[in-house]
């Protein structure tokens, strides 16, 4: 039987959309009765229902008893099951060693009448990888800015290679916004650009308070999730290949240092910061289910535009906050673990790893280039029309006999449906 080994859910989502159109004969007329009956309703009159389906795809690593990639494999060898219906395999690539072999596409999409369409351009591409690294800048130390540029060089050396696509932004005042290109030049031009501009805890603590909290903390979050949100929108148009989304970033927290922010608080107001009313404190109870819903939103996207992320904080180990920073031990601590396990979700909602709290970033690096060398991508029309069905599980097995392990995405989910229009 073969094995397998399921990542964490989500693959890329795709849209469903049923559209109905009700074509009503017209009301019938008298008639004499040596007239000829009424002519029979046509094809054309009766009721026409369209569907709009996009081609669900997933990436997926198969490795044999010896744990080694599988490379032989055909489109017939896969079986591909959506909530347990066996769906029909109309895609296929294969991609080992970062080059793509025996692409098999899925057939044209039919025109409708009346619309005219250019020829579908080929293309010439064989990059098997495609790296998007992301500079989260606006969540990252100044201090540390040394440390940033050594673990970029390390990505420069042993993940991007020659061959691969790559673009890079950046989310503050790096002012790195790179297209994808293969031009390594323009990797190690981006080196020198790049600078830590996060908050200090001291900058958190003495700003004052918002509805929500700390405001810049959330400003500055939303840009970042906003920046990888449409950054993961435009790899919606790239297929049949791993879209690797390298995100470096310390990580978020939404509600950090409550206690130290809530004396500064006090004092500022010159009150008492032992007899505080409970009640008249401003709000940020709900910081965690903000962040979390917000965290969804970027992970769900990711899975629709088939991109696996990897986290990596630059910070490596992290010990105590800096001698300047009058942080209890306590709460920095737990500001460390917020923001890293934000990292946590990311990469694991979307198939990837975090790389937090750890000092050898080459490891890391030379295991994510591992995962995005060798790869299978499949794609499939669900045989599913119901648009409100929205979470659709996914199981993958091998036809042929032989002990495999199977590493891939186990379900996806569908986008939002289009708002009305107004009247």
Not at 307 to 336: F, H, S
Request: hydrophobic share 35%; glycine share 6%.
């Amino acid at each position: 039987m073969p094995q397998k080994f399921v990542r964490r859910p989500l693959c890329q989502a795709v849209t469903v959309a049923a559209l109905v159109a009700w074509g009503a004969p017209s009301a019938p007329t008298l008639a004499a009765p040596q007239d000829k009956p009424a002519a029979p309703i046509t094809p054309q009159q009766r009721e026409v229902i369209r569907r709009s389906v996009d081609l669900v795809r997933t990436d997926v690593i198969v490795r044999n008893g010896d744990g080694q990639f599988e490379s032989n494999l055909k489109k017939e060898d896969f079986d591909v099951f959506e909530d347990g219906v066996k769906q029909e395999v109309v895609s296929f690539s294969l991609t080992h060693g970062g080059r793509v072999f025996n692409v098999a596409a899925p057939p044209p999409t039919p025109v409708q009448e009346g619309i005219l369409l250019p020829p579908q351009r080929p293309t010439n591409d064989a990059a098997g990888r495609i790296f998007i690294i992301f500079v989260d800048d606006l969540h990252l130390d100044f201090r540390n800015t040394g440390r940033i540029r050594e673990l970029f060089k390390k990505i420069s050396k042993e993940l991007v290679h020659e061959g691969d696509m790559f673009a890079i932004q950046s989310t503050g005042p790096s002012s790195l916004a790179i297209d994808l290109t293969y031009d390594r030049k323009r990797l190690d031009e981006a080196l020198n650009k790049i600078s830590g501009a996060g908050l200090k805890p001291s900058d958190i603590i003495e700003t004052p308070e918002g509805q929500q909290g700390p405001p810049e903390v959330r400003y500055r979050a939303h840009v970042a999730f906003s920046t990888a949100y449409d950054t993961l929108k435009n790899l919606e148009q790239v297929h049949d290949r791993r879209k690797a989304f390298i995100y470096v970033s310390n990580g978020y927290d939404f509600n950090p240092f409550p206690q130290a922010r809530e004396v500064a608080n006090a004092e500022r107001m010159g009150m008492n910061c032992n007899h505080v009313d409970p009640f008249t404190k401003q709000g940020n109870e709900f910081a965690e289910a903000d962040l979390a819903a917000e965290l969804a939103e970027l992970t769900r996207e990711a899975n629709r535009a088939n991109a696996t992320l990897y986290t990596i904080d630059p910070r490596g180990l992290v010990g105590g906050p800096d001698l300047d920073e009058k942080i209890d031990p306590v709460e920095w601590q737990n500001y460390i673990r917020e923001s890293q396990n934000s990292l946590r979700v990311i990469a694991e909602q979307t198939g990837g790893i975090a790389v937090v709290n750890q000092n050898d970033f080459d490891k890391a690096l030379k295991r994510i280039d591992s995962e995005t060398s060798d790869y299978y991508v499949l794609g499939y029309y669900s045989s599913n029309p119901d648009p409100m069905k929205r979470r659709r599980q996914i199981e993958i097995r091998i036809a042929r006999k032989g002990n495999y392990s199977l590493n891939y995405r186990t379900s996806y989910t569908l986008k939002p449906l289009p708002r009305p229009p107004k009247s």
